[in-house]
């Protein structure tokens, strides 16, 4: 019996002291939010203050300070997230992550980011201040990373401590610019479609643009051989450990539309969910500077802020840059390619991928003269049939450092659109508004021309230069609009109106979140922070309930059993919401996906399929498809001496909807609620192995909102039991210049990206229920409100 005793005894004690140096070990890694550390390069004690939900606001005697100070705030909270960002654009995933993250690593690798980014590099001003505020930002990180606290993801795959470059900076914004693009996703797809099936079956998808009826006012002052590239992309895209960009709504309503006459302002960027989530937010104050702005993960300057005089933010701009060209071989010599001139030699990079236990892999990628041969970083596409890819962002000057200085620095409208017009790539909606009452947007991008009838959704003719680009627009062309006489601009990633008469080929959303913004805009005139923090988290489509109604035109209601009849009678008095206890929203959006699949998937395969579901010419031609009972996807090709109607396949598919739901939640229509399907979890790289998931992921959460709402919580249709949200807004930012020093702001998760501090996810529930926190700017409330870190000068 003793020896029980002692053995329990004895294993009690090491568990009790296994816990407290787990603990301490845990307590030791936290960030550090008080006390003193000494720092490099600073002349002068510089004061962060952590407020309630983490947010750093420093307050610095100079700029350089403050930066550095920043660089190393940010890392602490975000150094995994940094290492992950800074190595995606030149392919160096697979030395952390093994053989997994080759492809990913083989397809940036090709891309020319990298090459792009050492160029634009070699001609910066060293002595500009947006130069010297980078290197001093980049000297906070690497402080940290030499003398701070390791990451516990750093140790658990291995990470082996690098200083952070200026080349990193331009590696991330080259991943942000190219994740922004849609071509890639979308022009394989449909010229397989064309060359298949012909012209006529891509009638129902608006090619032409006439299905984008809600744009945007300017106001100035062969078959199966293409799929794989999109299909490859795709799962590139959607499996990358940093999630990609993908909409946003922003709207910017002037004085004469707002209850105290000053300007308020709204953004929430749609971009794939993560954890830790996009942005960084911290305060700057120096005595001739002041910014509260949101940050990616190794950069210096926010794509987003705002201060006392004026606001920013952005959407998408959906525009297309990004063309596919079929190159021809020389066919008695594979080194040489086709052009204009005759054959001209392929140009070959060589790029060496380190992978994890593994051989190095190298890659030699041909270049011709519209960019790097797709068959060289994709499986699927066959070799004698070149793709090369022409990308605005690697071919126009790079200027984006100074352009995202100049946005966060400007010092009047005119200052700010000049930074505006230094962006080549990627096409954003840059918002603004300031306290002056002004309102505008400017669209991005170093915008170009084809040839007349060259039709860019699909894979174009390298060899003959006929659909080489033939003009590119000044930048006085591109979409914009100041002040207009409606009092307010917005964008919902839809589509600009036309300019000179050219409208803009892109890639743009339905009209479903421009539709519903612009129906709460119009009418009315007395806007407060309160109500336009109720729009942002709308959850209504003003289109859903138009498209029930077509769709239950096709049913014979005489027909129906007793569940599909409770099934019409809930859709016909729905109003379009996606609220948690909607029973409507499950309803439409699996006949939705039924619809889809029994109209699309026997022509296009399921991979195609797929594929198809991934694009945004899926969204925008639902509503429009519908409609033509004549359309050539009725007809179900797998069925021999038949001819299916829009009617059989509608039916059918409501059929089956029902019946998928009652074997997945019961008899009872009323329980089928929305918050039984629609649920989100904030995924770490890390947390996809079942044994970290709950250490490092944060929720699954029951959520409201859907696809193209204002609230818009993005899913993939599939046959799921639940819907996997894959992205959203990324933060809401409310900026009302009637009560500046109280904006409001709010993160999906929270803001450290360190799993063990109090901020890992301290913003989730309020994230979740359309809540809010200040955007503090007032230094007495938040010394009263925060811990206290100073930096003092190294005294070595």
């Given at each position: 019996m003793k020896i029980v005793k002692k053995t329990l005894l004895f294993v009690?004690?090491?568990?009790?002291?296994?816990?407290?140096?787990?603990l301490a070990y845990g307590i030791y890694l936290r960030p550090k939010y008080d006390g003193k550390i000494e720092l490099k390069n600073i002349q002068k004690e510089t004061t962060v203050y952590f407020d309630d939900f983490g947010v750093p606001h420093i307050y610095a005697s100079n700029s350089k300070d403050a930066m550095v100070a920043l660089g190393y705030v940010h890392a602490q909270d975000r150094l995994w997230q940094m290492e992950l960002m800074r190595r995606i654009a030149p392919g160096r995933l697979s030395e952390?992550?093994?053989?997994v993250a080759l492809k990913n690593d083989k397809f940036f690798a090709g891309l020319g980011i990298e090459e792009a980014s050492e160029k634009a590099i070699a001609n910066l001003d060293k002595n500009s201040p947006s130069y010297q505020l980078t290197m001093a930002y980049l000297d906070g990180i690497n402080q940290y990373l030499e003398e701070g606290k390791t990451p516990i993801e750093f140790q658990l795959v291995g990470v082996k401590k690098e200083k952070f470059t200026i080349k990193d900076v331009y590696n991330i914004f080259g991943y942000m610019s190219f994740s922004f693009a849609m071509a890639q996703k979308t022009d394989p797809l449909m010229t397989d479609i064309k060359n298949k099936y012909g012209m006529n079956y891509l009638k129902d998808f608006g090619l032409d643009d006439s299905f984008n009826t809600v744009k945007i006012k300017n106001a100035k002052e062969k078959p199966e051989e293409y799929t794989a590239i999109s299909k490859s992309i795709t799962a590139l895209l959607d499996q990358s450990p940093i999630p990609p960009f993908i909409g946003s709504n922003s709207w910017v309503i002037g004085g004469k539309k707002t209850k105290s006459g000053k300007v308020i302002f709204a953004n929430d960027p749609h971009i794939g969910f993560s954890q830790p989530g996009t942005w960084y937010e911290a305060h700057i104050v120096t005595p001739e500077f002041e910014l509260y702005g949101c940050y990616l993960a190794g950069t210096p300057y926010p794509l987003l802020g705002h201060n006392r005089d004026y606001t920013y933010g952005l959407t998408m701009f959906e525009n297309d840059d990004i063309d596919l060209y079929q190159e021809e071989n020389n066919p008695t010599d594979g080194n040489k390619y086709k052009t204009p001139e005759g054959f001209s030699d392929y140009k070959t990079r060589k790029k060496t991928i380190k992978v994890k236990d593994s051989a190095d892999v190298v890659l030699n990628v041909k270049v011709t003269r519209h960019g790097p041969v797709m068959n060289d970083l994709i499986d699927g596409l066959d070799v004698k049939k070149p793709v090369a890819m022409s990308w605005i962002y690697t071919q126009q000057p790079i200027h984006i450092l100074d352009a995202v200085y100049m946005l966060s620095h400007a010092k009047s409208k005119a200052d700010f659109q000049k930074g505006?017009?230094?962006?080549?790539a990627p096409g954003l909606n840059v918002?603004?508004?300031?306290?002056?009452?002004?309102?505008?947007?400017w669209a991005t991008g170093k915008l170009y021309k084809h040839n007349q009838g060259v039709d860019t959704h699909f894979i174009l003719d390298g060899a003959s230069g006929k659909d080489d680009i033939t003009d590119y627009l000044d930048f006085s062309k591109n979409p914009s609009a100041e002040n207009p006489d409606w009092n307010y601009v917005y964008s919902a990633n839809n589509q600009p109106e036309a300019i000179d008469g050219f409208l803009y080929p892109g890639y743009y959303l339905p009209e479903d979140r421009a539709k519903r913004i612009t129906h709460l805009l119009d009418p009315k005139s007395d806007w407060d922070k309160e109500a336009v923090s109720k729009m942002i988290t709308d959850n209504t489509s003003s289109v859903a309930p138009e498209v029930v109604s077509n769709l239950i035109a096709n049913l014979d209601l005489k027909s129906?059993?007793?569940?599909?009849?409770?099934?019409v009678t809930v859709l016909k008095t729905w109003k379009g919401t996606s609220n948690l206890n909607d029973v409507a929203p499950t309803i439409y959006n699996k006949w939705i996906y039924l619809y889809?699949?029994?109209t699309f998937e026997d022509e296009l395969g399921a991979t195609g399929f797929k594929q198809f579901l991934s694009t945004h010419i899926m969204k925008q031609m639902i509503a429009k498809q519908l409609l033509n009972a004549t359309s050539p996807w009725w007809d179900n090709i797998s069925t021999k001496n038949k001819m299916e109607s829009r009617e059989e396949i509608i039916s059918n598919s409501f059929k089956e909807a029902v019946a998928t739901l009652e074997k997945q939640l019961g008899n009872s229509v009323a329980d089928w609620t929305w918050n039984k399907v629609h649920v989100v979890e904030y995924e770490h790289p890390l947390g996809k192995i079942a044994a970290l998931r709950k250490i490092f992921n944060v929720g699954p959460f029951e959520v409201s909102g859907s696809n193209e709402v204002i609230n818009n919580q993005m899913f993939d249709y599939s046959n799921e039991e639940k819907y996997t949200i894959k992205g959203g807004p990324s933060t809401r930012r409310i900026v009302d210049f009637s009560d500046i020093e109280n904006s409001w702001s709010i993160l999906p998760t929270g803001q450290s990206g360190n799993p063990l501090s109090s901020h890992y996810s301290d913003q989730a529930e309020m994230y979740n229920q359309g809540k809010f926190r200040k955007m503090k700017l007032n230094k007495e409330e938040i010394v009263k409100t925060s811990t206290k870190l100073i930096f003092m000068p190294s005294k070595n």
């Amino acid at each position: 019996m003793k020896i029980v005793k002692k053995t329990l005894l004895f294993v009690v004690s090491l568990v009790v002291i296994l816990s407290t140096a787990i603990l301490a070990y845990g307590i030791y890694l936290r960030p550090k939010y008080d006390g003193k550390i000494e720092l490099k390069n600073i002349q002068k004690e510089t004061t962060v203050y952590f407020d309630d939900f983490g947010v750093p606001h420093i307050y610095a005697s100079n700029s350089k300070d403050a930066m550095v100070a920043l660089g190393y705030v940010h890392a602490q909270d975000r150094l995994w997230q940094m290492e992950l960002m800074r190595r995606i654009a030149p392919g160096r995933l697979s030395e952390i992550f093994g053989k997994v993250a080759l492809k990913n690593d083989k397809f940036f690798a090709g891309l020319g980011i990298e090459e792009a980014s050492e160029k634009a590099i070699a001609n910066l001003d060293k002595n500009s201040p947006s130069y010297q505020l980078t290197m001093a930002y980049l000297d906070g990180i690497n402080q940290y990373l030499e003398e701070g606290k390791t990451p516990i993801e750093f140790q658990l795959v291995g990470v082996k401590k690098e200083k952070f470059t200026i080349k990193d900076v331009y590696n991330i914004f080259g991943y942000m610019s190219f994740s922004f693009a849609m071509a890639q996703k979308t022009d394989p797809l449909m010229t397989d479609i064309k060359n298949k099936y012909g012209m006529n079956y891509l009638k129902d998808f608006g090619l032409d643009d006439s299905f984008n009826t809600v744009k945007i006012k300017n106001a100035k002052e062969k078959p199966e051989e293409y799929t794989a590239i999109s299909k490859s992309i795709t799962a590139l895209l959607d499996q990358s450990p940093i999630p990609p960009f993908i909409g946003s709504n922003s709207w910017v309503i002037g004085g004469k539309k707002t209850k105290s006459g000053k300007v308020i302002f709204a953004n929430d960027p749609h971009i794939g969910f993560s954890q830790p989530g996009t942005w960084y937010e911290a305060h700057i104050v120096t005595p001739e500077f002041e910014l509260y702005g949101c940050y990616l993960a190794g950069t210096p300057y926010p794509l987003l802020g705002h201060n006392r005089d004026y606001t920013y933010g952005l959407t998408m701009f959906e525009n297309d840059d990004i063309d596919l060209y079929q190159e021809e071989n020389n066919p008695t010599d594979g080194n040489k390619y086709k052009t204009p001139e005759g054959f001209s030699d392929y140009k070959t990079r060589k790029k060496t991928i380190k992978v994890k236990d593994s051989a190095d892999v190298v890659l030699n990628v041909k270049v011709t003269r519209h960019g790097p041969v797709m068959n060289d970083l994709i499986d699927g596409l066959d070799v004698k049939k070149p793709v090369a890819m022409s990308w605005i962002y690697t071919q126009q000057p790079i200027h984006i450092l100074d352009a995202v200085y100049m946005l966060s620095h400007a010092k009047s409208k005119a200052d700010f659109q000049k930074g505006v017009s230094l962006i080549a790539a990627p096409g954003l909606n840059v918002m603004y508004g300031d306290a002056k009452g002004n309102v505008a947007w400017w669209a991005t991008g170093k915008l170009y021309k084809h040839n007349q009838g060259v039709d860019t959704h699909f894979i174009l003719d390298g060899a003959s230069g006929k659909d080489d680009i033939t003009d590119y627009l000044d930048f006085s062309k591109n979409p914009s609009a100041e002040n207009p006489d409606w009092n307010y601009v917005y964008s919902a990633n839809n589509q600009p109106e036309a300019i000179d008469g050219f409208l803009y080929p892109g890639y743009y959303l339905p009209e479903d979140r421009a539709k519903r913004i612009t129906h709460l805009l119009d009418p009315k005139s007395d806007w407060d922070k309160e109500a336009v923090s109720k729009m942002i988290t709308d959850n209504t489509s003003s289109v859903a309930p138009e498209v029930v109604s077509n769709l239950i035109a096709n049913l014979d209601l005489k027909s129906l059993s007793n569940n599909e009849q409770a099934a019409v009678t809930v859709l016909k008095t729905w109003k379009g919401t996606s609220n948690l206890n909607d029973v409507a929203p499950t309803i439409y959006n699996k006949w939705i996906y039924l619809y889809l699949k029994n109209t699309f998937e026997d022509e296009l395969g399921a991979t195609g399929f797929k594929q198809f579901l991934s694009t945004h010419i899926m969204k925008q031609m639902i509503a429009k498809q519908l409609l033509n009972a004549t359309s050539p996807w009725w007809d179900n090709i797998s069925t021999k001496n038949k001819m299916e109607s829009r009617e059989e396949i509608i039916s059918n598919s409501f059929k089956e909807a029902v019946a998928t739901l009652e074997k997945q939640l019961g008899n009872s229509v009323a329980d089928w609620t929305w918050n039984k399907v629609h649920v989100v979890e904030y995924e770490h790289p890390l947390g996809k192995i079942a044994a970290l998931r709950k250490i490092f992921n944060v929720g699954p959460f029951e959520v409201s909102g859907s696809n193209e709402v204002i609230n818009n919580q993005m899913f993939d249709y599939s046959n799921e039991e639940k819907y996997t949200i894959k992205g959203g807004p990324s933060t809401r930012r409310i900026v009302d210049f009637s009560d500046i020093e109280n904006s409001w702001s709010i993160l999906p998760t929270g803001q450290s990206g360190n799993p063990l501090s109090s901020h890992y996810s301290d913003q989730a529930e309020m994230y979740n229920q359309g809540k809010f926190r200040k955007m503090k700017l007032n230094k007495e409330e938040i010394v009263k409100t925060s811990t206290k870190l100073i930096f003092m000068p190294s005294k070595n």
